[in-house]
């Protein structure tokens, strides 16, 4: 996925700064990168919309997301480096981007998206455990992945998948180590199948209470004579 985000150069810095920025609307960010003649230079301070960003952040492709920066008669390919978020609000308070170059691999997270069924959840009673839900790859910025699909409808009881099962794809390639777990089908543990048991138990042997009538204290009262 790409996108579009206007930025505005900021001469002045500090908090005092920050909180006026933040007052009309804009977050602080700042520009990382390799210069270039006639582009912007490494560590620019700009301004940027925080509702754009975190658009961009919050799509599918999220952090990876190829951005078109365009700073007055400048236009840049970046990525998000850093953003930091109020821990209260959820409010977007920073930002930082670097410039791509586009020639240039550079690595990735990309998610990892499992496809289908297991045989072995299906048919078998076992239990998938994906463990690894992010992989590290290496490709080119235009190249980069927004997910990675798994198709585990195959996969039977013992069965796994690593990094190395993977088929190759001439786009990226995988820079997580081969061993690596992905998702593999397992036996459910015993403690996972013992509350229904207890559960079951408990209904079939416990027995109606039985409510027995009381002694009254006139029943215990000793007759007069």
């Given at each position: ?49 925080p ?19 365009k700073?007055?008669e ?55 455990d ?15 992945p927004?997910?990675?699909?798994i ?75």
């Open positions: 996925m790409e996108a579009t985000l206007l930025a505005e150069k900021r001469e002045s810095k500090g908090k005092n700064e920050a909180r006026r920025l933040r007052a009309s609307g804009r977050i602080p960010a700042v520009l990382y990168g390799a210069r270039s003649e006639g582009q912007t230079p490494d560590g620019t301070s700009v301004a940027v919309d509702r754009e960003v975190m658009r961009i952040l919050r799509s599918e492709s999220g952090v990876n997301t190829l951005i078109n920066l700073l007055g400048t236009e840049r390919r970046v990525m998000v480096r850093d953003y930091q978020v109020d821990p209260i609000t959820s409010r977007l308070l920073h930002a930082d981007f670097y410039a791509l170059a586009m020639d240039r691999a550079l690595q990735v997270a990309v998610p990892i998206v499992l496809k289908g069924e297991s045989q072995g959840v299906k048919l078998q009673g076992g239990l998938l994906f463990i690894t839900r992010e992989l590290q790859v290496e490709c080119l910025p235009a190249d980069i927004e997910h990675i699909d198709d585990v409808s195959e996969l039977g009881l013992h069965q796994s998948v690593r990094v190395r099962d993977l088929p190759v794809n001439p786009k990226w390639k995988p820079v997580t180590d081969g061993d690596t777990m992905i998702v593999h089908v397992v036996v459910p543990r015993a403690e996972d199948a013992a509350p229904a048991a207890e559960a079951g138990a408990a209904a079939a042997g416990s027995e109606p209470e039985v409510i027995k009538k009381g002694k009254t204290d006139k029943d215990e009262e000793p007759a007069k004579k």
